[in-house]
């Protein structure tokens, strides 16, 4: 190109670096991903020879009875994965680019489980990229991966939950909301939050360790997180962890959405519309909160499940899986992301790589 070029483009790009770098960062990302997917099909196509020759699990029995529908199940899978961390990634840019979003409890509770979410999506897509691929790596490699799981599913409840309260906080006790949710506090909520989530994984990993055999660390095995759960009494010590989880949540859920509901009856005029929506948010807060927990259910429905047969259990795992795995994770952008109004204008802003006068005034 012409050294003394000046193109319009060049000079568009020069005039506006935010949209410069944007449109690279979309770019990026599309090309990668698209990349990846290529590279894994290709991957497939020439290990699906030696997958059929050396495999005699019944997983790979199954599959092999309908390879298509298993690539085609795959194939889902990644598609929506990796289109949900997209936007995942896309509201965390949008969340760093504006001062007046780090500066908000609730939006950083939000970006929190934007963040919780995308690391478990990618978690979970190396889980099945493993299986797919019928990789068993040794259980002393798997614990590991298992915690960092562990982790981030336990986060995302949690954190919901601290953003009911501050809904709560915010709606009920609006005179004491700006100094209650303060930035320092929002962190100091992280922290406890990354406290809790911790302690159930690190009680389970002692466990483990303390009961079960050396050898058993260097069996090769499938990654999930019952490899934990060695003993009949630990099993049931998880069950129960569980449920208190799901009962000291809902309780909170049902408290804050109680208080907000009387709220809305004594609120008026603009008042009147902002405890509705706040009571709405809720609402999809707790949808939310159940899809979440129900994950944590869905190994003792499978197990269930698996008693009436294969051509049952198949269907309702893959569908226990995108249900309550990656479609509840998705909710958090449709909540906070598209429902907020100064949000849903800064996304709009990015997205479009410039800025309308109206925009330009809710963005800045």
């Known amino acids: 190109m012409d050294q003394n070029s000046s193109s319009e483009q060049l000079v568009l790009l020069s005039s506006d670096p935010m949209e410069m770098r944007?449109?690279?960062?979309?770019v990026q990302v599309l090309?990668?991903?698209f990349i990846y997917i290529d590279i894994f099909m290709l991957f497939t196509f020439f290990s699906t020879r030696a997958m059929d020759q050396n495999s005699s699990s019944e997983e790979l029995i199954l599959i092999d009875r309908d390879p298509m529908e298993v690539r085609t199940k795959f194939a889902i899978v990644q598609v929506?994965?990796?289109f949900f961390i997209y936007i995942d990634i896309f509201m965390l840019f949008t969340f760093f680019s504006k001062q007046a979003f780090r500066s908000d409890t609730r939006y950083i509770l939000f970006a929190h489980t934007l963040l919780m979410d995308s690391i478990l999506l990618l978690l979970t897509d190396l889980v099945v990229l493993l299986s797919y691929l019928d990789i068993q790596i040794p259980v002393g490699h798997c614990v590991v991966l298992c915690i960092l799981m562990g982790f981030s599913t336990k986060n995302t409840?949690?954190?919901?939950?601290?953003?009911?309260?501050?809904?709560?906080?915010?709606?009920?006790?609006?005179?004491?909301?700006?100094?209650?949710?303060?930035?320092?506090?929002?962190?100091?909520?992280?922290?406890i939050i990354w406290a809790f989530s911790s302690v159930k994984v690190i009680i389970d990993l002692v466990i483990v360790t303390v009961t079960a055999p050396p050898s058993y660390f260097a069996k090769p095995t499938s990654c999930y997180y019952e490899i934990m759960l060695v003993t009949e009494w630990h099993h049931l010590m998880h069950i129960i962890f569980n449920q208190?989880?799901?009962?000291?949540?809902?309780?909170?859920?049902?408290?804050?959405?109680?208080?907000?509901?009387?709220?809305?009856?004594?609120?008026?005029?603009?008042?009147?519309?902002?405890?509705s929506k706040g009571r709405h948010t809720l609402l999809l807060h707790g949808v939310q909160l159940v899809l979440c927990m129900v994950n944590l259910w869905c190994p003792y429905i499978l197990a269930v499940v698996r008693k009436q047969g294969q051509h049952?259990?198949?269907?309702?795992?893959?569908f226990?899986?995108?249900?309550?795995?990656?479609?509840?994770?998705?909710l958090s952008p449709l909540i906070y992301g598209?429902?907020?109004?100064?949000?849903s204008l800064a996304l709009k802003y990015y997205m479009r790589c410039r800025a309308s006068p109206f925009l330009e005034k809710h963005s800045s």
């Not at 944007?22 to 979309?26: E, G, I, L, R, V």
């Not at 226990?320 to 998705?330: D, M, W």
């Open 244 to 275: 208190m989880d799901f009962f000291i949540i809902a309780v909170i859920i049902l408290f804050c959405y109680t208080k907000i509901m009387l709220a809305a009856h004594a609120a008026s005029g603009e008042n009147k519309q902002s405890v």
């Open 31 to 33: 090309v990668w991903f």
């Open 338 to 343: 598209l429902r907020d109004k100064e949000f």
């Open 80 to 82: 929506l994965v990796w």
């Open 312 to 318: 049952v259990f198949i269907p309702v795992r893959f």
């Open 22 to 26: 944007m449109k690279f960062a979309n």
């Open 157 to 191: 409840p949690y954190t919901i939950t601290a953003m009911c309260l501050e809904r709560y906080v915010a709606i009920c006790m609006p005179l004491r909301h700006a100094s209650i949710s303060t930035t320092g506090r929002a962190i100091a909520a992280i922290i």
């Open 320 to 330: 226990n899986f995108i249900a309550f795995t990656i479609i509840s994770r998705a």
